[in-house]
């Protein structure tokens, strides 16, 4: 149903501040280019006006942290009901962009940058080795008619396309400006209803796969007598860990052995020297406790360096050498990712008796 804002200073009695419209398309396009976040905090730029090979321009093109294309088309007021085709046309076109494609569009836009670096830098996470497996389209508008709506609504629901709508409003109170946002359907529902485009499975909201790198800096057995996981010695190491959420549930897996543990996040990540547990009643800093990892509190005072903590309830754990895997089963060098494979699913809520 069309969305309605209305603000109102309270500092002077009660006044409406009026909503304006922006004189030109370019100029919402111009605070998403520079603000990408207010749409999704995972999502690097990678193009501005990009031609397709019917000659249409997309407004914005961004990758997400998985790898998958964004396509943003911004409308400045109501948008008629062709926008859908046309957006659908641009999502055609995308889907047989290459990896190559997708790198000549980001340094076509910045040419002095490197997609790698970039995406690192800003996602916080490793460069993904498979791009563009699918899309997501978003329309960018004040308004929306109720046929646009109709349609948006027939093709989510019953065939499950990756496509919604975001509205801004802007208001002007003086010299302040405010931007409101609003979804036409929550994020999460129109991924969990997708139909993934090429052969990736649909995520659950829920599962992560966690790499555990037994070490000098870690070891499981403080891992689970103290309930967390960690990673460090690097800001390569730690980012990814920004990716949990509290009520999150994550499998454990000691590389080139099996998986470990399943448990649920209870806090997000925090640095090692921060990081307090129970013992004999109190809660003291991990690193003034008794460890099987020698060295966690090596470089604890520098913010890249550091050994990273996630607090976790385990639900079942198991030792090392009852680590558990099976040929098939999902596995890669990622510290954190989405767990998506029903297959590895599966064994693993059998192998530690989850009932999902």
């Not at 006044?15 to 690097?44: A, H, W, Y």
């Not at 926008?83 to 995308?94: E, G, M, T």
């Not at 497996?133 to 990756?162: A, C, F, Q, W």
């Not at 980012?239 to 949990?244: E, I, N, P, Y």
Request: glycine share 6%; aromatic share 10%.
């Amino acid at each position: 149903m069309p969305i309605e804002t209305t603000i109102w200073n309270i500092n002077e009695g009660l006044r409406q501040i009026n909503f304006s419209i922006p004189d030109t398309e370019m100029g919402i396009e111009d605070i998403l280019i520079e603000n990408i976040e207010i749409i999704d905090p995972n999502l690097l730029v990678i193009g501005r006006q990009v031609t397709t090979n019917s000659g249409g321009r997309i407004d914005i093109l961004a990758l997400d942290i998985e790898g998958n294309v964004t396509i943003l088309e911004l409308k400045r007021d109501k948008t008629p009901r062709d926008i859908v085709a046309q957006v659908l046309d641009y999502a055609s076109w995308i889907q047989t962009q290459t990896i190559s494609d997708i790198k000549d569009i980001f340094r076509q836009n910045y040419p002095d940058k490197e997609i790698e670096q970039c995406f690192s830098e800003k996602l916080e996470v490793d460069f993904p080795e498979v791009i563009n497996e699918n899309h997501k389209m978003i329309i960018v508008s004040s308004e929306l008619d109720s046929s646009t709506e109709r349609i948006l609504n027939y093709l989510t629901e019953n065939y499950g396309v990756p496509i919604n709508v975001v509205f801004f409003r802007y208001f002007m109170d003086g010299e302040n400006k405010y931007l409101s946002r609003t979804w036409m359907v929550d994020p999460n529902i129109v991924e969990h209803k997708t139909r993934p485009t090429r052969t990736r499975e649909p995520w659950n909201q829920r599962d992560f796969y966690v790499a555990f790198g037994v070490s000098e800096h870690r070891n499981w057995e403080d891992a689970r007598k103290y309930g967390f996981v960690s990673a460090g010695q690097g800001e390569w190491y730690s980012r990814s860990f920004k990716q949990l959420f509290v009520g999150a549930r994550i499998f454990t897996y000691l590389p080139q052995e099996g998986y470990v543990g399943v448990g649920i996040v209870r806090e997000t990540v925090t640095r090692a020297k921060d990081f307090l547990v129970e013992q004999n009643g109190k809660m003291v800093p991990i690193l003034d406790c008794s460890l099987k990892a020698p060295k966690m509190d090596e470089n604890s005072g520098s913010l890249e360096l550091s050994e990273y903590l996630v607090r976790i309830d385990w639900i079942k754990t198991i030792p090392r050498e009852n680590a558990y895997r099976e040929v098939g089963m999902f596995a890669n060098q990622n510290i954190v990712c989405k767990l998506r494979s029903q297959f590895t699913l599966d064994k693993l809520y059998s192998h530690f008796q989850i009932e999902d």
